[in-house]
Nanobody, 124 residues
């Protein structure tokens, strides 16, 4: 089993930055890929970014060039660095872990474990 805890969300002005963290515990060695998703009120949960065990990264077009996903293996933690934030980035951000092969899918059903989310609010 894998447990995921997100942190780092908060309120930031447009153009500002935040770094989200996803700390994994349990059977972390079984994780093949880790992804970030976000969900705004009344909207579907959308793919943001993911990183595979071999280091391959994937991004939604809406965040490419502004967000960066990275991993610190010693801490079993995946980060999402968010720069040049926009009001439309406002959402609850979730991290998710995939324990099987991952080829860059944006489908949330590909992931096996989920955190509880952290709120990101971007003001004008």
């Amino acid at each position: 089993q894998v447990q995921l805890v997100e942190s780092g969300g908060g309120l930031v002005q447009a153009g500002g930055s935040l770094r989200l963290s996803c700390a994994a515990s349990g059977r972390t060695f079984s994780i093949y890929a880790t992804g970030w998703f976000r969900q705004a009120p009344g909207k579907e949960r959308d793919f943001v970014a993911s990183i595979r065990r071999d280091g391959a990264t994937y991004y939604a077009a809406s965040v490419k060039g502004r967000f960066a996903i990275s991993r610190e293996n010693a801490k079993n933690t995946v980060y999402l660095q968010m720069d040049n934030l926009k009001p439309e980035d406002t959402a609850v951000y979730y991290c998710a872990a995939d324990q099987n092969y991952y080829s860059g899918s944006s489908n949330s059903s590909e992931f096996d474990y989920w955190g509880q989310g952290t709120q990101v609010t971007v003001s004008t």
